[in-house]
């Protein structure tokens, strides 16, 4: 087979980790191209909320979260059923559009010299000792000294994730609503977190004037509502009088609910010592963290900012990379799958709200611990 075209460093994926990474690379002078599937700027399943490590990496990226439109976040608001306990948190959030900011990020990386191929999906990829093959949809091969995988949800053939402990029965649903002026106002400054029989939800202001309601079902859960998200979201409604009110009066508007099936809540990419080097996994593919706690979008910046930096510090061994960025997400992955499990019955949901109501600390103590620690972001910083 053609070898086809030869590049020093290929990025797979252009959201916030492939983007991130692409960004430092380009910044320090290599010579970075990202290939992205999507032609255009779209809407992804997220709940958009920014925790304070998510804004470190995006203001070390020259991204200014103010220019852009993002909310402010300082208080959270935890309802299951008729009952709503609050809590501050223990930093401002932000919340912003996907849709926006991922394409804040691929134009930086853009202006400071990344070369960006978008609407064309990779295929396959395969690492050999000494360079990684890369099957481009319609452009045919590229032949990489080294990749960086960074493909979020999607696997890529040949390097699909094993997904041994994670969870596959979760759907996950994003709405961005304009909400009655009235509700607006009673939401600005919180997200709220809805506990309901069979998932969980979270509703907060991204833009001026735009809410996101994002929800995690089980499958059993939206198999009970016929798969259909009217019935599903009028039960949601139904039980709890707080998201009724919210919604009452606002507009939808996306004609229909972005969905995600099968999400591996808990995976962590285990490194295997005789895997070749050169092939860096970034974001969703090293880690999934359950989104109950908020630090996906950090972690998946923490990952595209250390792979950068370990690879201008050590070249191709990728092994060094994946060493310290499982150490660095593993802990959080796990503590936040332990909560996401109990959260899903309605004893651990009550248990976890009166736990809220009697000690709030313990709510602030639990989002600390599934942070990216602070010396693990120094290591990430440090050299980009
Ligand atoms: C329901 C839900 C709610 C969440 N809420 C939050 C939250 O509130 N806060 C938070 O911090 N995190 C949240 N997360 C997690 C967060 O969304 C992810 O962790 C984050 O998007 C991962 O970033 P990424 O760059 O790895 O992947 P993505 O953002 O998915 O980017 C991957 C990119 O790769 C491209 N791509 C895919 N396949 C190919 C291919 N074959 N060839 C070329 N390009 C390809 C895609 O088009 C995409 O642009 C949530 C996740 C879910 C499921």
């Given at each position: 087979m053609s070898e086809g075209r030869a590049e020093e460093i290929v990025i797979v994926g252009g959201g916030l980790a492939g983007a991130s990474a692409a960004s430092i690379l380009a910044g320090a002078g290599r010579p970075a191209l990202l290939i992205e599937r999507d032609a255009e700027p779209r809407h992804k399943v997220c709940g958009e909320f920014l925790s304070i490590e998510a804004q470190t990496y995006l203001a070390h990226l020259g991204i200014d979260l103010d220019a852009l439109g993002a909310s402010r976040i300082s208080h959270l608001r935890l309802i299951q059923g008729r009952s709503m306990t609050k809590v501050r948190l223990p930093f401002v959030a932000r919340g912003l559009s996907r849709r926006i900011l991922d394409e804040a990020l691929l134009q930086q990386a853009h202006s400071r010299g990344a070369r960006i191929i978008r609407?064309?999906?990779?295929k396959s990829i395969s690492v050999d000792p000494s360079k990684v093959r890369i099957d481009v949809a319609s452009s045919g091969q590229i032949s990489a000294a080294t990749a960086f995988l960074a493909t979020g949800k999607h696997d890529v053939r040949g390097m699909k994730?094993?997904?041994?402990g994670a969870m596959d029965d979760l759907i996950g649903f994003k709405m961005h609503y304009h909400l009655a002026e009235e509700q607006q106002q009673a939401l600005e400054g919180a997200v709220e977190v809805i506990l309901f029989s069979g998932g969980y939800a979270g509703l907060q202001m991204?833009?001026?004037?735009v809410a996101n309601l994002c929800l995690v079902v089980s499958r059993q859960c939206f198999e009970q509502v016929s798969r259909s998200w009217d019935t599903l979201l009028d039960r949601i409604i139904g039980g709890c009088p707080y998201i009724a009110e919210r919604l009452q009066g606002a507009r939808a508007l996306f004609e229909r609910p972005l969905s995600i099936f099968?999400?591996?809540?808990g995976f962590v990419h285990a490194p295997d010592p005789n895997e070749p080097q050169g092939l860096f996994r970034l974001g969703d593919q090293v880690g999934v963290i359950p989104s109950f706690t908020g630090e996906g979008m950090s972690i998946a910046l923490h990952s595209g900012c250390l792979a950068a930096s370990t690879f201008l510090a050590?070249?191709?061994?990728?092994s060094i990379y994946h060493g310290w960025i499982r150490s660095d997400i593993h802990r959080s992955i796990r503590l936040a799958s332990i909560l996401n499990r109990a959260v899903r019955h309605a004893a651990g949901q009550r248990a976890v709200f009166h736990l809220c109501r009697i000690w709030p600390a313990a709510m602030r103590h639990v989002t600390t611990l599934t942070r990216v620690q602070e010396a693990s972001m120094s290591r990430a910083l440090s050299a980009s």
């Amino acid at each position: 087979m053609s070898e086809g075209r030869a590049e020093e460093i290929v990025i797979v994926g252009g959201g916030l980790a492939g983007a991130s990474a692409a960004s430092i690379l380009a910044g320090a002078g290599r010579p970075a191209l990202l290939i992205e599937r999507d032609a255009e700027p779209r809407h992804k399943v997220c709940g958009e909320f920014l925790s304070i490590e998510a804004q470190t990496y995006l203001a070390h990226l020259g991204i200014d979260l103010d220019a852009l439109g993002a909310s402010r976040i300082s208080h959270l608001r935890l309802i299951q059923g008729r009952s709503m306990t609050k809590v501050r948190l223990p930093f401002v959030a932000r919340g912003l559009s996907r849709r926006i900011l991922d394409e804040a990020l691929l134009q930086q990386a853009h202006s400071r010299g990344a070369r960006i191929i978008r609407g064309q999906a990779v295929k396959s990829i395969s690492v050999d000792p000494s360079k990684v093959r890369i099957d481009v949809a319609s452009s045919g091969q590229i032949s990489a000294a080294t990749a960086f995988l960074a493909t979020g949800k999607h696997d890529v053939r040949g390097m699909k994730r094993v997904y041994a402990g994670a969870m596959d029965d979760l759907i996950g649903f994003k709405m961005h609503y304009h909400l009655a002026e009235e509700q607006q106002q009673a939401l600005e400054g919180a997200v709220e977190v809805i506990l309901f029989s069979g998932g969980y939800a979270g509703l907060q202001m991204v833009e001026q004037y735009v809410a996101n309601l994002c929800l995690v079902v089980s499958r059993q859960c939206f198999e009970q509502v016929s798969r259909s998200w009217d019935t599903l979201l009028d039960r949601i409604i139904g039980g709890c009088p707080y998201i009724a009110e919210r919604l009452q009066g606002a507009r939808a508007l996306f004609e229909r609910p972005l969905s995600i099936f099968q999400i591996p809540y808990g995976f962590v990419h285990a490194p295997d010592p005789n895997e070749p080097q050169g092939l860096f996994r970034l974001g969703d593919q090293v880690g999934v963290i359950p989104s109950f706690t908020g630090e996906g979008m950090s972690i998946a910046l923490h990952s595209g900012c250390l792979a950068a930096s370990t690879f201008l510090a050590h070249g191709r061994v990728s092994s060094i990379y994946h060493g310290w960025i499982r150490s660095d997400i593993h802990r959080s992955i796990r503590l936040a799958s332990i909560l996401n499990r109990a959260v899903r019955h309605a004893a651990g949901q009550r248990a976890v709200f009166h736990l809220c109501r009697i000690w709030p600390a313990a709510m602030r103590h639990v989002t600390t611990l599934t942070r990216v620690q602070e010396a693990s972001m120094s290591r990430a910083l440090s050299a980009s």
